[in-house]
């Protein structure tokens, strides 16, 4: 229970912070574009099973890959992707916390 108020929490509650304290201007589409972040656990379609509450993503999904964070920590760099980038590290963020309370 409380291993999901902290992955959530981080999902929603950290792009929210990060879009009101840095992006403050236009934080509402920073927040939306962070959230859409999420939209990488496509990935877990390509496992069987879809869901297991055991099993880390941190390179075990594609997306989650060693290799996808490294490209996500590039999007970082420039200006015009850096929303992008912070809410793909915000989300493999949350899903390492599942993987360390594991």
Known sequence: MMQSFI???IHFGLPLVVAFGFFKPIWRKAYIIMILGMLI???HLLANPI???NRCSINFHP???YYAI???VLLLLP????IVGLGLIIHILA???????M
């Open 70 to 72: 490294a490209a996500y």
């Open 79 to 82: 200006k015009k992707t850096r």
């Open 95 to 101: 899903d390492s916390v599942d993987c360390w309370l």
């Open 7 to 9: 992955h959530y929490g």
């Open 63 to 65: 997306l989650h890959s």
């Open 41 to 43: 656990d496509i990935d």
């Open 51 to 53: 869901f297991d509450p």
